[in-house]
């Protein structure tokens, strides 16, 4: 079993112990997800693909919140919320601006892409060092910059 994967079942026992209603539904929510991806492509989570996952769940609440905000559900962006906080708890610590224009040009130079066309390279180069620590949208928006300048 993976590192992460071990610290989530850790923390949802917590969560039991502590009556801890909310954060033991979205824990339960992360782990029958981390199970289904499990039983349905018959393999074992590495921390990468957990992170993977998290990051996915991370952007689903991002988006549901934004939406829910607009819709003037302001009840269910706030329970988005709460899960949003849970899930972060999981994730290393984000990048700063700083690096991740440092991971970027590194990537660039890597690559020795020379414009738009080498994006793909570039993001190869770049999603795993950033997985989970960033949103790919800025990422992409930061390639996109540094290809086009």
């Known amino acids: 079993m993976s590192e992460l994967k071990q610290r989530i079942s850790d923390e949802m026992k917590a969560a039991m112990r502590a009556k801890a209603k909310e954060r033991l539904g979205t824990i339960r929510m992360i782990l029958s997800e981390l199970k289904r991806i499990e039983v349905d492509e018959r393999i074992e989570l590495d921390d990468a693909r957990v ?11 991002r988006d549901s919140i934004e939406q829910f905000n607009t819709a003037g559900r302001d009840d269910l962006a706030n329970i988005e ?13 984000p990048l700063s601006e700083a690096e991740l224009a440092e991971i970027v040009a ?4 890597d690559s020795g892409a020379q414009n738009m066309q080498d994006m793909g390279k570039v993001m190869a180069l770049v999603k795993p060092q950033v997985q989970g620590r960033a949103d790919m949208g800025a990422i992409s928006q930061l390639v996109k910059n540094a290809l086009n300048s």
């Open 51 to 61: 992170l993977a996952i998290l990051d996915k769940m991370q952007k689903q609440r």
């Open 81 to 93: 919320q709460q899960e949003l906080l849970v899930i972060k708890e999981f994730l290393p610590q």
């Open 106 to 109: 590194q990537a660039v130079t």
